[in-house]
């Protein structure tokens, strides 16, 4: 898809801003390298399946990343989908490649409610022993089999409840800090720490991740999110739950405030607690619809781009990787309850759908060096 079939687009405001993140304002460098200069580490999502059948995407990853995580290939429906039937043969093929280029990948993720086979909320909601044994299972399998080429995982994906007026809140009548889903009706409240004890005794030193998205705006749903998030990790302290770090998803959305002090803050709160802090899957939605030119738009996204990281950064971050690495493979248009009307696609990752460099690019490489806007 060439610029021209997107289609013209109006023009914006925002064009003034279109020189903040020239390619003269950031060194021609892969982002990996640029991140590692500062004592950061740049990576993205991946998957199998494109790094085998599109050239272009492997190079992009394979000069641009220095870690990987993989998309699906590592959740719980692609490697267990029967009980008792592991399927690693996905994963295993983004292992030997990342191992090939010499790139570190982490796991995502071992407990999450959605991507579940259609026989695990059944089993879960048999027995608390039932719920445990499933749980203990997979985690026995899985962390073995990775034991020696993955060393983080996002032990708990998502576990926190949206509150009221977040996209998609929580039901009525849940008040609760942690989301509805069958790991907490089987197991309840203190499945978290359930999840987290039992990788730990599978694996002394793998880094246990845990992750979230929805706490980045300066909105009250994102500020009540940030609320239940240190709740939760204060109270996993407390009990002394093991815990190394926490992953803070970053699917910006431009319709949002962002307030670059908020943030900042949030992040130095959870450092506070003496976890690590990692930036997991950063991408940007675009209004619907997106207003200017192409430039403009790749203006407006960079800005916020370079405040998010540089806030995430300053508050102690140190790791930042993007959901994917071009506008072409993106799920922002995969999907169809975010995607852009037809002809049209969100410009929220570091190269465009013709894979050249974007603003983003250097609004990221800006924030690694710890410069500002230019």
């Known amino acids: 898809m060439s610029r021209r079939a997107l289609g013209p687009l109006l023009l914006a405001p925002l064009a003034a801003q279109a020189q903040s993140f020239t390619p003269a304002s950031a060194p021609n460098q892969p982002l990996a390298q640029i991140a590692q200069s500062r004592g950061f580490t740049y990576g993205c999502a991946v998957t199998a399946r494109l790094l085998a059948d599109e050239p272009e995407f492997a190079a992009l990853v394979a000069q641009e990343a220095g870690l990987l995580v993989p998309e699906y290939e590592a959740k719980f429906d692609t490697l267990q989908p029967e009980p008792g039937r592991f399927d690693t043969a996905p994963l295993d093929a983004l292992l030997r490649w990342a ?204 800005l916020r781009v370079h405040e998010f990281a540089s806030a995430a950064f300053e508050g102690g971050a140190r790791t930042l990787l993007t959901w994917g690495i071009s506008d072409r493979w993106s799920w922002l248009h995969r999907e169809q309850t975010v995607a852009l009307d037809p002809g049209d696609v969100h410009r929220g990752l570091p190269y465009d759908w013709e894979l050249n460099r974007k603003q983003m690019w250097r609004a990221l490489a800006r924030a690694f060096l710890g410069q500002g806007v230019g």
Do not use: C
């Open 99 to 302: 191992e090939h280029f010499r790139k570190p990948v982490r796991g995502h993720a071992l407990v999450w409610h959605n991507a579940l086979p259609d026989w695990v909320a059944p089993a879960l909601a048999e027995s608390r022993a039932r719920a445990q044994a499933v749980m203990e299972a997979h985690f026995d399998h899985v962390l073995a089999h990775t034991s020696t080429r993955i060393r983080d995982w996002d032990v708990v994906n998502e576990p926190i409840a949206n509150p009221p007026g977040s996209d998609v809140p929580e039901p009525a009548g849940n008040s609760g800090d942690l989301r509805d889903s069958p790991w907490l009706r089987g197991l309840g409240p203190d499945y978290v720490a359930i999840a987290l004890r039992a990788a730990r005794q599978r694996d002394a030193t793998l880094r246990l991740t845990l992750n979230d998205y929805g706490v980045e705006a300066d909105s009250p749903p994102a500020e009540e999110k940030r609320r239940r998030l240190l709740r939760l990790l204060r109270s996993l302290r407390d009990r002394n739950v093991p815990l190394d770090a926490v992953g803070i998803q970053g699917h910006l959305q431009m319709r949002e405030a962002f307030s670059p002090a908020i943030f900042r803050t949030f992040v130095q709160n959870i450092r506070a607690l003496g976890l690590q802090v990692l930036i997991t899957e950063l991408d940007v939605r675009e209004v619907r619809p997106p207003v200017g030119d192409f430039v403009a738009r790749d203006a407006a996204v960079a």
